[in-house]
C-alpha cells in the first residue's frame, strides 16, 4: 500500500491538494496514514485564529498625521511633441546637453550641494536621497535606543544610560558632517535625537524620566524618523506593486 | 483582503490626497487600518509591533502614493507593504537582541519583558491550562521564520488565497506553499512531545 507524504496529508487538511478525493478514500483503509492526518488537523485546531487586538484609529491618525507631508500627483509623460518637424534637432540639442551635464555633474556633486529633500514630517524635512553608508551602524544604534526608550516601563538602566551618552558624542560628530555635506533634512533629525540623548545623558534616572522623555521629546515620532532614513539607505526593501 | 477594484471613495480620497489633502487619507485609513493591523498582529505576534508596523505602512504607501497605479485596489497594495514591513521588523527584532517585546509568560517578568494576560472569566483551573497553552503556541511560532509565519498565519488564521500571499511576499505560489507546509510540520513537532496523541 503506497502512504501519503506528510505534505501531502498538510495540503490536503489545508484544502490544497489536488489530489482530495485519492487522499480522503486512502485514509479511511489506511490507519496509519489516519493517524498523522489527525494530527496535522489537531495541529491545525491549536493554532487556529486568536482574537486581535482592536487599534485605536483616532489616536494613530493623530501620530501619523504629524508626519505626512503635501503630495503632488506624477505628471504623466507624453511624447506627441516628438512628431513636430522641430523636434528632432531639440532632441538632439538635449542630448548633447546632457552628456555636457553629466561631465559637470560629477564636479558639482562633490562641491556638495543640497539634496532634494520631499518627504516632510513634524520636524523638518526627511530626505529621500542615498546618503553616506557609514552612518547606516549609527541610525542603526540610534532606532535601539529609541526602542528601548519607547519600550521601557521605569527607569532606564545603566547601560542604557551609558549608551545615550557615547552615541551622543557620535551624533554631534554625524550632524555636523550632515551640515557640511549640505544634508540639511537629515542633521534636524539627528539633532532632534541629540537632543532626546542629552537629556538622558544629563537628567537623573527615576522611574517616571522615561516616560517623560517619551511625552516631551515625541520619541515615537523621531523613531519614525529615524527608521525613514534607514529605510532610504535600504535599496532591498522596496515594495513592488 | 481582497482583489476588489476601489470604490468611488477611495479613488476620490487618493485623488484628494495626491491634490494637496493630506486628510483626505484618513478615508483609506478609515477603512484599512484594522485589517492591516491584524495582519501585522499576525506577523509579528504582538500588539506593540504590529501598530507599529502599520504605522510604517501606512506612512509609506503615502509617500509612494503618487506612483500608486490604480490597476489593482488600495488594499491589496496597502497589504503587500504591510506584510513586507511586518516582516522586516521581525528580522530586525532578531537581529536585535537587547530588544524583548513583552511575550506572554505564566508568570510576569519585569527582568524577563514577560506579561501575564488575565480571563476574567475562567477559573483558576482554566486560567491556569490556557496560560500554558498560549506558553506553547506562542514558543512553537517563535521557532518560525518570519516568512513561514507570515504565509502560515495568513492562509490558516486570515484564509487568504495562496496567489495572494506569493505575490505579497514576491515569491512563486508554490514557495508560498512550501512555507506553509514547513510551518505546519514544525508547528506539529513542536507540540509532539506535550500533545501525547500528537506524533
Known amino acids: ?241 | 483582503m481582497s482583489n476588489r477594484r476601489m470604490d468611488k471613495a477611495e479613488t476620490e480620497a487618493i485623488r484628494d490626497v495626491l491634490a494637496g489633502d493630506r486628510d483626505a487619507y484618513r478615508v483609506l485609513m478609515d477603512r484599512h487600518f484594522c485589517s492591516v493591523t491584524r495582519v501585522a498582529f499576525r506577523i509579528t505576534g504582538n500588539e506593540a509591533d504590529a501598530e507599529e508596523a502599520a504605522q510604517e505602512a501606512f506612512l509609506r504607501a503615502y509617500n509612494k502614493l503618487p506612483s500608486f497605479r490604480r490597476d489593482s485596489a488600495f488594499s491589496t497594495w496597502i497589504m503587500r507593504i504591510t506584510m513586507n514591513t511586518a516582516i522586516n521588523l521581525v528580522e530586525r527584532r532578531k537581529r536585535d537582541l537587547s530588544y524583548h517585546a513583552p511575550r506572554i509568560a505564566d508568570e510576569p517578568s519585569i527582568a524577563e519583558h514577560t506579561v501575564l494576560v488575565a480571563d476574567r472569566q475562567a477559573g483558576p483551573e482554566a486560567s491556569l491550562l490556557n496560560r500554558e497553552a498560549v506558553s506553547l503556541r506562542q514558543a512553537a511560532m517563535a521557532e518560525l521564520t518570519p516568512m513561514e509565519r507570515t504565509a502560515f498565519t495568513l492562509r490558516h488564521m486570515e484564509d487568504v488565497p495562496m496567489a495572494e500571499i506569493a505575490a505579497a511576499l514576491n515569491i512563486t505560489s508554490n514557495s508560498a506553499k512550501q512555507a506553509v507546509f514547513r510551518a505546519v510540520s514544525k508547528l506539529r513537532r513542536s507540540l509532539t512531545p506535550i500533545a501525547g496523541g500528537l506524533r
Open chain 1, 1 to 241: 500500500m503506497k502512504h501519503f507524504s506528510e505534505e501531502e496529508l498538510i495540503a490536503y487538511q489545508l484544502h490544497e491538494s489536488q489530489n482530495e478525493s485519492a487522499i480522503s478514500k486512502h485514509l479511511e483503509s489506511c490507519s496509519e496514514c489516519a493517524d498523522l492526518s489527525e494530527s496535522i488537523a489537531e495541529t491545525l485546531r491549536v493554532f487556529s485564529a486568536d482574537p486581535v487586538p482592536q487599534p485605536d484609529l483616532e489616536h494613530n491618525w493623530q501620530r501619523l498625521r504629524g508626519n505626512l507631508g503635501v503630495l503632488t500627483p506624477q505628471r504623466s509623460r507624453s511624447f506627441d511633441f516628438l512628431r513636430r518637424s522641430w523636434a528632432w534637432p531639440s532632441v538632439g540639442l538635449a542630448m548633447a546637453a546632457l552628456i555636457l551635464l553629466t561631465v559637470f555633474g560629477v564636479q558639482i556633486h562633490r562641491t556638495g550641494e543640497t539634496k532634494r529633500n520631499i518627504a516632510v514630517n513634524g520636524h523638518g524635512p526627511l530626505t529621500t536621497e542615498p546618503r553616506d553608508p557609514a552612518i547606516a551602524n549609527h541610525l542603526d544604534a540610534a532606532e535601539r535606543l529609541l526602542t528601548e526608550v519607547n519600550h521601557s516601563s521605569g527607569a532606564l538602566d545603566d547601560t542604557t544610560r551609558e549608551q545615550a551618552h557615547s552615541l551622543l558624542l557620535q551624533n554631534a560628530v554625524y550632524v555636523r558632517s550632515a551640515r557640511e555635506s549640505g544634508d540639511l533634512a537629515q542633521a534636524a533629525v539627528l539633532e532632534n535625537f541629540g537632543r532626546v540623548l542629552t537629556t538622558l545623558d544629563n537628567e537623573p534616572p527615576t522611574q517616571h524620566s522615561a516616560w517623560r522623555l517619551r511625552l516631551e521629546m515625541n520619541t515615537s515620532g523621531l523613531l519614525l524618523d529615524i527608521r525613514i532614513l534607514r529605510q532610504n539607505d535600504d535599496h532591498s526593501q522596496g515594495v513592488s506593486q
